[in-house]
Structure formats: C-alpha cells, structure tokens
C-alpha cells in the first residue's frame, strides 16, 4: 500500500498459503516509463483510459501525495501534470471504473466542503481519509462526491477497485495495527454497507485490492503471510462458483533484490486484462567491480528513477490466471 508501504508490520500472525515455484517460466518484470512515470520520486501504479492512451497515477513523498495525468503521444508518455480534480489536498490512488465513466480515488480532504479555507496552522475539521468521486463529462471532469457511508464505513479508507457490475472492493485501516479488505456490494443503483471478505480478516494486513471486472479473479497485496517476511508481496486469489479460493503469491522472475527483499503494493490491470502493474522499491540489480561507463549509467539511471523510491513495474500474468 503506497500510503504505508514504509511502515513496519509489527503482527506475527501467519495464514497457510500455496506459493508458485520459483522457475524460468515465471513472467518478467519491466519497469514502466522510466524517468516519466517512474521517476525520482515515489510514483503508485496506473489507471489507464478505455483506450489506453490517458493515464492517471499517484507521485508521492512523507507529507503529501497528488495524483498526476500523462498522455500517450506518438509512442511516449507525456510529462505527468497535476490531474484537473487533484491538488488542493493530499490524494492518491486512482481507480478508473470499467466502463471508463468515472474515477474513484482516495483523499484526505474534509468529508463537507469547507465555507471557507483556514489560515496556515489552523486546524482542519472533518479530515478523514475517504473515497471520492469523479465523472467524465464533456468539458473533463465534474466536481468531485464523496461516496456514501456505506462505503466509507471508517475515516481511514484507502485503494479502492471497482468491478463492473459497481462493487466497489476497499481497503480498510484499523482498528489498531489491523488491515483488511471489504466489499461495497452495488445493488439497485445503491451501495451496501461495506462487509469483510472473508479471505481477508485483519490480522494477516491485507491491502491494496485490485478486482478483474468480471470480479474472477482479485489481486491484493499483503505485509502478513509469508513467515518470517513483513513486506507487502502481491497474492492472487480466484473465484470459485460462490466463494473466494485460497490465496496464492505471485511470483515473478527476480522478485526479490540482490540485497534485501523488496516491497510490491498498489496491483492495477492493464485495459488488456493480463498486465499487471504494481508499485515496488525494488531496483536493478548492481555488478561490482564494474567499469566507469558503468558506473556512469548507473548514475544516470540514479537520477532518473532507481534511487530505492517506489516506481512502477509491469508483468503478463497469462498462465495465471
């Protein structure tokens, strides 16, 4: 999760898992647009337009996030700006829903618009970190709406994912140190009050979701079930008739670093529905002795993107799913 992928996981609490051999046929792992959308800062995973050719995405650091727009223009992704309806507060993870009508993302703006802004150093009623809302129209986007209580169920809401029918899958934080997913069925035009999944139960701190839009399959990450291991890794779990199955890792060729694991959150699908792109620390692998040329590109590459922040990577999860 890109909002506390920094924290330690203090529980010891671990849930029985299959984990995926690790051989030559695993997927690879790419970084994407590098020195563009995964740049020097910490950059969170994207949410793609029905075309492929808009992006939006979090770039972040310790005191504020804000979410960013990028274009594809003959080939190459634009330099990011600041999205029409982000900016005035901290927000992050954006979550394009299927049928490309509108956004949801996470913010930690007042739940009721202020009359008027305070002073600097004053504080900020109704602070809580919740899901918003906003519509493609013809002039860009509407106005940003908080969901409804029955999603925001608490004031420590984060990543959303949204299936087609609606459903709306969130991430949860608390009470104390617990992290767990929930479900926001959409019935009738409304949303239920959002339930735990049962996959998920708080003390393995599961984050992150991100839904297939036929809701066959769900990704999340997660800092609590792999023994002896607090870094949030990606698990898979599919959809079997009326009931979740049991959650598997996803493994990937190198994914783990020459000198200490690293830290994959934030799963977002491509619009192809096969790549995945996440968020990690992870960074190239480092020869030595190595030759001044090296040296130099390695610095170049430093200054682009692979300092050790969070960036985005992609791989094919064809065969897994």
Not at 97 to 102: A, E, F, I, N, T
Request: charged share 20%.
């Amino acid at each position: 999760m890109i909002v506390l992928s920094r924290i330690a996981c203090l529980l010891a609490v671990f849930a029985p898992m299959t984990v995926l051999a690790q051989t030559a046929s695993l997927p690879t792992v790419q970084i994407f647009a590098p020195g563009v959308i995964s740049g020097p800062a910490n950059d969170g995973s994207p949410a793609f337009s029905l075309d492929g050719k808009t992006l939006f995405f979090t770039r972040y650091a310790a005191h504020w996030s804000v979410i960013l727009e990028s274009h594809l223009i003959n080939g190459e992704w634009s330099e990011p700006v600041v999205a029409p309806f982000s900016g005035q507060w901290p927000d992050s993870s954006p979550t394009w829903s299927p049928d490309g009508k509108y956004i949801v993302f996470v913010t930690t703006r007042p739940k009721v618009p202020l009359k008027e802004m305070p002073k600097a150093g004053e504080p900020i009623p109704g602070i809580a970190s919740n899901l918003w809302r906003v519509d493609r129209i013809t002039t860009g986007w509407s106005e940003p709406v908080r969901l409804p209580d029955e999603v925001n169920i608490t004031d420590a809401i984060f990543k959303p994912s949204v299936a087609a029918n609606g459903d709306v899958f969130i991430t949860v934080i608390g009470p104390g140190e617990a992290k767990a997913i929930y479900l926001s069925l959409m019935r009738n035009g409304s949303y239920q009050r959002a339930t735990l999944l049962p996959i998920s139960d708080g003390s393995k701190l599961d984050v992150d979701p991100e839904v297939a839009p036929d809701e066959s399959f769900l990704i999340f990450s997660s800092g609590g079930r792999v023994a002896g291991d607090p870094h949030e890794r990606l698990f898979l779990v599919k959809r079997e008739g009326d009931h979740w199955g049991a959650p598997t890792m996803i493994r990937y060729q190198n994914d783990v670093t020459k000198y200490g694991p690293s830290t994959d959150n934030e799963p977002k699908l491509g619009r192809d529905g096969v790549t995945l792109y996440f968020s990690s620390d992870r960074t190239e692998a480092t020869h030595f002795p190595r030759t001044k040329a090296q040296a130099d590109e390695d610095l170049k590459r430093l200054n682009r993107w692979d300092n050790s922040n969070s960036n985005v990577w992609m791989i094919n999860l064809k065969g897994l799913i």
